[in-house]
C-alpha cells in the first residue's frame, strides 16, 4: 500500500491576508504557568484569533469557520463552542446547516460533553419537527458506540423534552434490536426500563398488569438465554420492586436457576417459566442470591434457608463479595431475634 | 486475585511523585483537550502529592508559593459574582463571559489552595456564594456557568454542595429544591445517573450520595434505609472478581471507579462489605511501570488515574502498626471521602475558608 502523503502544514491565521484586520491576543499568563501545555503553532495561532475576535465582539461567517477550526483541535474549549452558538444566532445562521456539521464532529467526538450540549441547544431552537431525525441520527451513533453514555443520555433527554407518541412508538423495537446486538448491554436495559416505566404511560399501555406480564416474560426469556447477565437480574428486581411485586412472584422461574443439575425439561413450554438453556453455567449467583431474598421475604423459619444461600454464595460462587454475603447473614439474623 | 494471602507489590510512590510534578511542569501538546480544565489537572497533581505525603519534602516553599499564586490568578469576577476559571485559555485584558468563573473549577481551585495552605485572605465570601446561586437552575440542578451556561448534570451540584460546605454558608442556593434533583436521578439499579432518566453509572452516584450527605437536614431524612440498602447493593456488585470496580453494570473495572464505587460506600458507612484486599491488589497492578496509574493494568497514567487511585486506596489500604512502616507501604493518612482530599486538607479548609466571625 502507498502511504497516504503528510497534510500538508496548516495556514495560520496570522498569514492570511482576509484575517490582517483582526489583532490576535496571545494568552495572558505571568511568570510562572501551572501544568502548562505545550501547544501546537497551529493551536496556538487559531486561539490568538479567537481572543481577538472574542474582544472585538464580532460575530460573522468567518467566525464560524475559525470556531470550527478551533473546536476541531480542541472539542472540549467550551468557549469556543458558546462563542459558536452565540455567533449563529446572530447572524440567523441556518441550523440544519450546522446540524450537518454537527453530525460529523458528534461521531468523531463521542466522549466529549460540549458536543451534545452543543446539539441540544440546537434542538431546542429548532423545536419538535427536528426530534424524529435526530433520534435516527442517536440510533445510528449507537451502532457505532453501544454503551456510549452520552449518546443514550441524549436519547432519553430527546424523548423526555418533546414528548411525542410518534418519537417513543418505536423505542422498544430500538431497544429490542440494540438487544439482538448485545444482550449484556446495560444501557439497553437501563433504556427499556425507561421507556415502559419512567416515562409515563402512552396509548395502549394503560393496561399495567399487561405491561408488567409482558415485561416479566421479556426479561425471563432473557435469562433463560443468557443466566449469567447481571442487567437482566437487576431489571428483574427492578420490575418487581417498581411495581410493589413480591420477589416470591417468580420464585418457580429463578429455582432452577439455583442448581447445578435442573430437572430434565419436560416437552411442554412453560411461557411464564423458562428453563435455563443447555449448556448454561449453573448454578447462577445471582440466582442463588434472588432466592436467599425470596426466603428472606418470607421471614420465620425461611431466613435459615435464605443463610445457607448466603454461606454458598460466600464460600463458593460469589467470593469475592463474602464480606457483603456475611453481612446479609448478620443482618437477617439480627432481625429474626 | 483476590486471595487475600497474596502479598501487595510495593506502591511506587517516587515514580508517582515523578509523573504529577512532571505534568505540573509541563503537559504534552496531545493533551490539548484540558486546556479549558487546568485547574482539575493541578487538583490531580497538587492533591497526589498531599495524599503521598510529600507536598512539604518534595516540593520547595518557592514553589507552592508560586503554585498558589498562579490558581489566584485564575480567580476572576464576573457579572454574576467570583470564582475560579480553569486556566487562562481564553484570557484578555478585557471581561468577557466567555473568561467568567466555572464551578467545578472553583470547587478543586479552593481544596488545591487548602492543600497549599493558603490562608484565603483573599477571597470574597460574598461573591463565591453569588456566583454559586447564579448557577442554579429552576429544576434544581446547577449549570457550570451562570444562568444555565455550559452543561448541567450532578458534578456541578455536588461542586457547588462543596463550596457552600466549605464556606459554611448554604443561604445563596435551594437545598431542598436540588436534593430534590438528585433523587429523581436514582435508576431501579440502586445508582444514580448524571440525570433523571439516565444509566446508574459510578461516578455519579459518588456525586449524588456525598451531596446527599453533605447537604445540611431537611425536613425527611435525605436517604430511607431501603435506598440505603439498594445503593449497596448495586455498589458492591460492581466488584469485578479481579477487585476492581466498574462504573456501570456489565463493563469492565477502572481504577477510577475504584475511587467513586468505594468512597460511596464509606459515605454510606459501608467499607467493610467490599473485599479491600483484593480493591488494593488490582490498583496496584494498575500502577504504571515508569510512574502513575492507569485506568487497568498496562493502560497509559495520567494524573486523572493517579489522583483517584491512591484516594482510593488511602480509604482502604491495611491499616499498619506504626513500626511496621517501610518502603513501599500501601499506608496513607486519613482521607475524607465527602470532600474528596485529605483528612488535613479537609481540616484546613473548613477552619480558613469559610467567613470570619467578628
Redesign the interface.
Known sequence: MIPAPAPPPPVLYSTRPEWSDVEP?Q????A?????????EE?KDA?DY??GI??AGEKSERVLALTEHVIR???????AW??RYETLLALDAPLDTEVALMDELADKYLK???V??HRRLLLLRRGARAAAAELAFVGRILQRDE?N?HT??HR??LL?SFNDDVLWGGELDFVDSMMNRDV????A???R??VV???GVREGEADRERIVRRELIYVKQNISLAPN???AW??L???L??NRLPFSTVAAFVQPYTVLLPEAATDIVDLENPPPGRGAELPCAAAVEFLADVYEEKGGADVQTAVGLWRSLADEHD??????WE?RIRDALTALQ | MNNTSDPLPPLAASAHVAHVKHALARLPGSMVNVDASRMAIVFYCIGSLDLLGVLETETSQVDRTSWRMWIWEQYVAGRYGTGFRPGPFMSTSVHSDQNGPHIIMTYTALLSLAMLRDDFSRLNRPGVLKFVNSCQNRDGSFSSMPNGGGDSDLRNLYCAFCICSLLGDWSSIDVERATTFVGSCRTYEGGYGQLPSCEAQGGTTYLAIAALRLAPPGPRPRLTAAEQARSEHWLVHNQDASGGFRGRTGKAPDACYCFWGGAALQILGAQDKLNAHAFTQFIAACQFPFGGIGRAPGQPPDPYHTYLSLAAVAMYAPRLEPGARRYGQWEFAPFDPLLNASGDTVRWARSHIPARRF
Not at chain 1, 510562572?32 to 501546537?40: D, K, T, V
Request: charged share 15%.
Open positions: 491576543l494568552q495572558y499568563e505571568k510562572n504557568p501551572l501544568a502548562p501545555i505545550l501547544y501546537s493551536y486561539t479567537l481572543r472574542v474582544k483541535l480542541n472539542p472540549a474549549h467550551y468557549s458558546q462563542y466529549t460533553y460540549q451534545w450540549h454503551k453514555y443514550w443520555a432519553q433527554w423526555a449484556r448491554n446495560n444501557s436495559w437501563h433504556h426500563f425507561f416505566f419512567q416515562s447477565n447481571a442487567s437487576n431489571y428486581r427492578g420490575v420492586e417498581y467470593t469475592i463479595r463474602k464480606k457483603y453481612f
